[in-house]
């Protein structure tokens, strides 16, 4: 959690002034917009949204990486693992035909272990979407000014 | 005959719960005017209502009666079913819920031609849809079929057929009366329904045998020819080296097609945000492990109490598994139970289905390929209708021929169709900018086709015993599944199509909207 917030305070620095400032800045944008061109431009003159400025922002940047860093690798993850169960089904018969608990074989217990992992990666997900997407998200809206 | 327990009882409890939802479809969709409403419900639902829904989508008649008979008659084999469909949730909740959900808004075809040329890439994605649906769709069909045998001791085929002419009218009238709001609350009933009847014959039965889930397998190694060998893979699947590779072609279509079905993509748009569309998944797969976990209880204790030889002989086969069971530890009463929340089951999910499937034609073809994005909304809405009634139509006479096949077996053929056409489609419009119109039409059509190519020349079709046409022998490829092939060569096509094609600069614009959206949900809600 903590490393969370030090990382998210460290990129708004690297903007722009802290908090407080952009807080201040958020709010000067409602009544005087035309001043203020670098924060207009998010907009376009007709209120679409200019998405590939916002694609350019360090905002962006750095959500697609965190999502991309954690999707991919946790993907090729409960992949390989749920593949390890097939195969060895398929091909490593004898292995997975030892009783372990009565007659409850180790294939069996792998295949409820696949279970537990998809638990697991889901809540795990759930976590990080939380704590390290939606933060950005919404730092990413409060620049752009665009709301989702 | 006293395994079919008491017809009139079965048909009264069936007939009440339809009743029942049929006043609750009525009551809910009263406003079903624009097409945000028919379609996705005014994205109305919360994450958790709707992952209830979306594991309906799920519970459906291949995974409660396929699987558990399954189980019941493969043991080891049979579980591995259980063990796809859970971890595949996966693939939706990391890969796929949230980019969809911020960049479409009723249908696949709206993500696939979010940054494509709008008429050929619609027009594709439909015609996936459609392919997909009415496979999966015939497979439920089936599933009622064999239900319908065993509970009303129908056995002529004319007999089952009528039946299955029956639910089929039912499940178009939920469709045509509720649009998505009214399928979404039966699907919420029936999960309710049916993870509640599994618990509890899954509690009673761990309880009859001390809470030893050793001691149920023990006594259903008894009950089964194969005597422990049940209990370790190839049951089923057998030891050539093609049948082992069709099991783990199998394995790959489950893990990668659950979370690529239309339907079950659709669902994602009833819920307001990407944020709740996490939700549902997140509850989607609580509900999923504590089902399947129970189904592996279901299909053990009844290979044991009920044997693995007389569910073979019931009428409707290894699909008769869990109500069988039903009736050994409960009379005709939860016999008559378990087979109303069996039904409820497959309503369900066939007007899922059906919506989906009237969904894709009237939005992807009817409004943007003819229309050209001209429809009249009222219009659209009244062709999704009419579509509902056709799909409807089809699917009867479909389920009429299929029946008596094992619906796991036949819902993983869908699986196969939907990783191949839409997942390598849908991973690549969201995550690879570079990705172009010619590619897309590729990989749709080139997993589509591919797989439905080997299908039709798999032993599924003809040349053995248990094909679809058993007399004639057109078959050349081995494998019953066709994923192990088609879902790599989709990708493949997918791939090779776009870095030999020309980019598309005009497209870029569009290509930075739908990148920004995905990810990050500023301007979806529009």
Redesign the interface.
């Known amino acids: 959690m903590g490393a969370a917030h030090e990382g998210q305070g460290y990129m708004t620095k690297a903007i722009r002034s802290p908090g407080e400032a952009q807080h201040e800045y958020r709010e000067i944008r409602g009544f005087a917009s035309f001043d203020d061109p670098e924060t207009l431009s998010y907009v376009d003159s007709d209120g679409?949204?200019n998405?590939?400025l916002?694609?350019q922002t360090d905002e962006?940047r750095v959500?697609?990486r965190r999502?991309?860093t954690?999707?991919f690798p946790?993907?090729a993850l409960?992949?390989a693992s749920?593949?390890t169960?097939?195969?060895l089904?398929?091909?490593a018969?004898d292995f997975?035909?030892t009783k372990v608990?009565?007659?409850?074989?180790l294939?069996?217990l792998l295949?409820?272990g696949?279970?537990v992992t998809?638990?697991i990666?889901?809540?795990g997900?759930?976590r990080y979407?939380k704590r390290r997407l939606?933060p950005q998200?919404k730092l990413?809206?409060e620049k752009?000014g665009?709301?989702? | 005959m006293p395994t079919t327990g008491n017809p009139v009882l079965n048909l009264s409890v069936f007939a009440v719960f339809v009743l029942i939802t049929l006043y609750i479809v009525y009551r809910v969709s009263s406003r079903n005017v624009t097409a945000s409403d028919y379609y996705a419900a005014g994205s109305s639902f919360t994450g958790a209502q709707n992952g209830v829904a979306l594991s309906g989508d799920f519970l459906s008649a291949a995974s409660f009666l396929g699987i558990s008979g399954g189980i019941a008659a493969h043991g080891?084999d049979g579980?591995?079913y259980?063990?796809?469909w859970?971890?595949a949730?996966?693939?939706g909740?990391?890969?796929i819920a949230e980019g969809l959900r911020n960049t479409g808004r009723f249908t696949v075809g709206d993500v696939l031609a979010f940054r494509m040329k709008q008429r050929p890439v619609r027009a594709a994605a439909a015609n996936a849809t459609l392919v997909i649906s009415f496979f999966y769709m015939i497979a439920q069909m089936a599933g009622a079929g064999g239900l319908i045998a065993l509970l009303l001791n129908v056995t002529s085929k004319w007999g089952q057929a009528v039946l299955i002419a029956l639910v089929g009218m039912v499940m178009v009238l939920y469709v045509l009366i509720g649009g998505m709001k009214g399928t979404t609350w039966v699907q919420i009933i029936k999960a309710v329904l049916l993870l509640l009847c599994v618990t509890l014959m899954s509690v009673f039965l761990l309880g009859k045998f001390g809470f030893?889930?050793?001691?149920i397998?023990?006594q259903a190694?008894e009950n089964n020819q194969l005597g422990?060998a049940v209990?370790?893979?190839?049951a089923k699947?057998g030891?050539s080296a093609m049948s082992?590779l069709d099991?783990?072609s199998l394995?790959?279509s489950l893990?990668l097609g659950i979370a690529s079905l239309p339907h079950v993509l659709m669902r994602f748009y009833t819920v307001p945000?990407a944020?709740e569309a996490?939700?549902s998944?997140?509850w989607a797969?609580?509900t999923m492990?504590i089902f399947?976990?129970c189904t592996l209880v279901i299909g053990f204790g009844a290979m044991a109490l009920v044997g693995t030889d007389k569910i073979a002989a019931a009428p409707g086969g290894e699909n008769s598994a869990a109500p069988l069971l039903a009736f050994e530890i409960g009379g005709a009463v939860l016999l008559g139970v378990v087979s109303a929340v069996a039904f409820a089951t497959i309503l369900a999910v066939v007007a899922g289905l059906t919506l989906a499937a009237s969904a894709s034609f009237a939005h992807d073809v009817y409004a943007n390929v003819i229309k050209r994005g001209n429809a009249e909304p009222r219009r659209e809405i009244r062709v999704a209708r009419l579509t509902a009634v056709v799909v409807g139509v089809l699917s009867i006479i479909g389920g009429i021929a299929a029946n008596g096949q094992n619906v796991a077996f036949l819902v993983s053929l869908a699986l196969a169709l939907a990783a191949s056409a839409n997942l390598s489609t849908i991973l690549y419009t969201i995550?690879w900018r570079r990705f172009n119109t010619t590619g897309t039409l590729w990989s749709i059509y080139g997993g589509l086709g591919s797989c439905l190519v080997l299908i039709i020349f798999s032993p599924v079709m003809s040349g053995a015993r248990t094909s679809i046409f058993p007399d004639v022998d057109f078959a050349w490829f081995p494998l019953g599944n066709p994923g192990l092939v088609s879902i790599p060569f989709s990708f493949l096509c997918g791939f090779l199509a776009t870095i030999f094609s020309k980019r598309e600069p005009e497209m870029?614009?569009k290509a930075?909207?739908m990148?920004?959206?995905a990810?990050?949900?500023?301007?979806?809600?529009t």
């Open positions: 679409t949204p998405y590939e916002i694609r962006f959500l697609r999502l991309t954690f999707i946790m993907t409960f992949l749920y593949l169960f097939v195969l089904s398929a091909y018969k997975v035909s608990i009565g007659v409850i074989n294939g069996i295949g409820l696949q279970f998809s638990i990666i889901t809540l997900y759930a979407a939606d998200r990413l809206a752009t665009v709301e989702e | 080891y579980f591995l259980s063990v796809g859970v971890v949730w996966l693939v909740l990391l890969l030893s889930l050793s001691a397998m023990q190694t422990e209990l370790d893979p190839g699947y030891f082992k099991f783990v394995a790959l893990v945000n944020s996490r939700r998944v997140v797969t609580w492990v399947y976990l995550f870029a614009a930075a909207e990148e920004v959206r990810i990050s949900g500023i301007g979806a809600r």
